[in-house]
């Protein structure tokens, strides 16, 4: 008796339906835009520009010159001198 009442209420309870979580709303950053300060960039360049002369192109401080400014020429050999 007890099997045929379980089988009654299942077929007549109505089937439990499952609520979708509702999305997560992404929390809004604020970032600060701050211009990038060029005195850093200016001073590595003039010092591996200064270091640096045309007759040694192969320097470290020379192609450090050469890769951040390609359009500028190094100094003329003997230009700065040698401590």
Do not use: H
Request: hydrophobic share 45%; net charge neutral.
């Amino acid at each position: 008796m007890a099997g045929s009442i379980a089988l009654g209420v299942a077929v007549t309870s109505t089937p439990t339906t499952v609520e979708a979580a509702t999305p997560a709303k992404p929390t809004a950053v604020r970032t600060t835009a701050t211009a990038a300060n060029p005195a850093g960039y200016a001073q590595l360049f003039v010092n591996a520009w200064l270091r640096s002369s045309a007759d040694e192109a192969t320097s470290v401080q020379a192609r450090l010159a050469q890769s951040m400014a390609p359009d500028v020429e190094l100094p003329a050999a003997g230009a700065q001198p040698r401590p």
